[in-house]
């Protein structure tokens, strides 16, 4: 089966839209219900396009009222330039949507009042999505951008506390502005779980990126990081500090002023192999 006819089968509805869909039918606002859907249908797609395109494993596409997830099977490995370009396929989709509707609206295909409401639906999904808020896609380039700065481990608790505060100023916002909007609240609640859950899942999630370091694919690294540490310091802390897209190379300095190298794959190794998950570095030097 062709990768991109393969996506269609991992679309998968959230609960969440189930609810929009049953307030639609009881107001009988199917026409909206229909543009709604299909604009999130659509972002999701094209995320998901995106990374079929650099060959991601793509676990399934979930449709949410406001955007959606296309949950892969990649932890924080692939290239920087790919996890971007799959982030920006979403919104992307956006742009040729209006384009199209524009068009429609032209020859008279769609009513004043059809374009008006698809501009309505179109541009708030693109807006709540480019919040930098994890997981819209804005929070997912607020990760991307402290990747690159930051170790993986660190850049995914800044991420989530940059995101937690961002979400604080929403929640204002809806507040002050449309406090009486029930479908904002059921947005800020559904990323209030999310970030708790994310939180929660912080040390699988790092985890997983060291796991895919050791046992994944290698990927060719261009640039090299070398990690200073003392021969006292734990293994764990020191792949605590593993940037992602770099080779590393742990610079262990000695009670005697000497300098021992190690390969970043020796410490995954002990780690994951050996077990020595609580060793000193010293182990490693000694044996």
Same mark, same amino acid.
């Given at each position: 089966?062709?990768?991109?006819? &393969? *996506?269609?089968?991992?679309? /998968? =509805?959230?609960? @969440? ?33 995106? &990374?079929?395109?650099?060959? $991601?494993?793509i676990?399934?596409?979930? @449709?949410?009222?406001?955007?959606? =997830?296309?949950?892969?099977? #990649? !932890? ?7 996890? @971007? ?25 769609i ?10 639906y179109?541009?708030?999904?693109? +807006?709540?999505?480019? %919040?930098?808020? $994890? ?14 700065y ?18 604080v100023? +929403?929640?204002?916002?809806?507040? %002050?502005? #449309? ?21 929660? /899942? /912080?040390? !699988?999630? =790092?985890?997983?990126?060291? %796991?895919?370091? !050791? ?23 020191v *792949?605590?500090?593993f !940037?992602?897209?770099?080779?590393h ?10 300098? =021992? ?5 020796? +410490?995954? /190794? ?18």
């Amino acid at each position: 089966m062709n990768k991109y006819i &393969a *996506l269609w089968t991992k679309i /998968h =509805v959230h609960p @969440l839209l189930w609810l929009f869909c049953g307030i639609a039918v009881i107001t009988a606002r199917f026409q909206q219900l229909f543009l709604l859907f299909m604009i999130v249908l659509i972002h999701e797609l094209g995320h998901a396009a995106a &990374a079929a395109f650099f060959s $991601w494993r793509i676990k399934q596409i979930l @449709l949410l009222p406001f955007g959606g =997830v296309a949950e892969v099977e #990649e !932890y924080g490995n692939r290239p920087f330039r790919e996890e @971007l370009i799959v982030t920006l396929a979403g919104p992307a989709q956006h742009l040729w949507l209006m384009a199209v509707a524009f068009f429609l609206w032209k020859i008279g295909f769609i009513s004043d009042e059809g374009l008006g409401m698809f501009i309505h639906y179109n541009t708030a999904i693109l +807006l709540i999505n480019l %919040l930098p808020i $994890w997981p819209l896609d804005g929070g997912k380039l607020v990760f991307l951008f402290f990747t690159y700065y930051f170790p993986f481990s660190e850049a995914h608790q800044k991420t989530i506390m940059f995101s937690a505060a961002a979400l604080v100023f +929403l929640v204002i916002g809806i507040l %002050l502005i #449309e406090p009486k909007q029930l479908d904002l609240w059921i947005i800020a609640a559904f990323l209030t779980i999310s970030l708790q859950q994310e939180w929660r /899942h /912080h040390p !699988y999630i =790092v985890m997983r990126f060291l %796991l895919e370091r !050791y046992y994944g694919k290698r990927s060719d690294y261009t640039k090299l990081r070398t990690i200073t540490a003392s021969e006292e310091e734990r293994i764990s802390n020191v *792949l605590q500090k593993f !940037y992602r897209g770099q080779k590393h190379s742990v610079i262990v300095a000695r009670a005697n002023h000497e300098r =021992v190298t190690l390969d970043e794959n020796e +410490l995954l /190794h002990a780690f994951f192999t050996e077990k020595q998950t609580d060793a000193p570095l010293s182990l490693l030097i000694y044996a």
